[in-house]
T-cell receptor, first 114, second 114 residues
Framework: DAEITQSPRHKITETGRQVTLACHQT?????MFWYRQDLGHGLRLIHY???????NKGEVSDGYSVSRSNTEDLPLTLESAASSQTSVYFC?????????????FGEGSRLTVL | GESVGLHLPTLSVQEGDNSIINCAYS??????FIWYKQESGKGPQFIID?????DKRQGQRVTVLLNKTVKHLSLQIAATQPGDSAVYFC?????????????FGTGTQLKVEL
């Protein structure tokens, strides 16, 4: 079955370190998204991509970057982790085109920055 | 309903009763809406969606109602079961210029009492 997987599921790091969260989907979806989830804020969009070599900033993109070198993967990088980036991160994908905005989510990556 | 505080609004219902979860969306240009269910420690799961040219859509035990006049969305769950206990999010897609991005509400915690 097609799926979307995130790794690692849990990570603890220190302030200032670079961290990369992986996201891999096997649906062959063009659209991929990274959200962070914090209590009281729901899911907030960090970055998104509509295809290979396409990346766009979401509403909370500062301190994060993504790259899209193939259809299946959209890794999220925290260049210099900060305590404010402690959160649960969700990757999602969807088919392209109008009328297909349903997102399929991964199981999440819990990141703690000490 | 939605919340900007630190705690999710909570709806407690008795097993077997019907549940109604409400959501106020923000943008009158939104043309697609989705309800997601999120269980503890998991990613959001799709429940049901509705387009702005409809005011009601039914699924298995769930119904979504859309009132564009007051920008209000509701999710009705019939014969609520313990397995329905979760956080429920509404999401809107601002199209056509909004691409495939979804904006999420802050969520409502549904607790089913035996």
């Amino acid at each position: 079955d097609a799926e979307i997987t995130q790794s690692p599921r849990h990570k603890i790091t220190e302030t200032g370190r670079q961290v990369t969260l992986a996201c891999h989907q096997t649906w062959n979806h063009n659209n991929m998204f990274w959200y962070r989830q914090d209590l009281g804020h729901g899911l907030r969009l960090i970055h998104y991509s509509y295809g290979v070599h396409d990346t766009n900033k979401g509403e909370v993109s500062d301190g994060y970057s993504v790259s899209r070198s193939n259809t299946e993967d959209l890794p999220l990088t925290l260049e210099s982790a900060a305590s404010s980036q402690t959160s649960v991160y969700f990757c999602a994908s969807s088919e392209s085109g109008t009328g297909k905005s349903r997102l399929f989510f991964g199981e999440g990556s819990r990141l703690t920055v000490l | 309903g939605e919340s900007v505080g630190l705690h999710l609004p909570t709806l407690s219902v008795q097993e077997g009763d019907n549940s109604i979860i409400n959501c106020a969306y923000s943008n009158s240009a939104s043309d697609y809406f989705i309800w997601y269910k999120q269980e503890s420690g998991k990613g959001p799961q799709f429940i049901i969606d509705i387009r702005s040219n409809m005011d009601k859509r039914q699924g298995q035990r769930v119904t979504v109602l859309l009132n564009k006049t007051v920008k209000h969305l509701s999710l009705q769950i019939a014969a609520t079961q313990p397995g329905d206990s979760a956080v429920y999010f509404c999401a809107e897609n601002i199209g056509p210029g909004g691409g495939n991005k979804l904006t999420f509400g802050t969520g409502t915690q549904l607790k089913v009492e035996l």
